[in-house]
């Protein structure tokens, strides 16, 4: 079973994929399952809404830097 973390990061792996993919029906269907794995995170966080945009993957690179 995946986690609340695991969830976040494979939708925001998702979401870059989707903004790189030079062709439209893969970005869709990376978005389609970025929106998929943000909503099973949300289940598992009382539904609490989730942003995985740019804010936190910005915070995320800053993290990686610091390790």
């Given at each position: 079973?995946?986690?609340?973390?695991d969830l976040v990061q494979l939708a925001r792996i998702c979401l870059r994929q989707a903004r790189i993919s030079q062709t439209p029906e893969v970005a869709d269907a990376f978005r389609q399952m970025a929106e998929e794995y943000?909503?099973?995170a949300a289940n598992l966080n009382d539904d609490e809404a989730l942003d995985i945009d740019e804010?936190?993957?910005v915070?995320?690179?800053r993290e990686a830097v610091h390790r």
């Open positions: 079973m995946n986690t609340f973390a943000q909503e099973k804010p936190f993957l915070d995320e690179r």
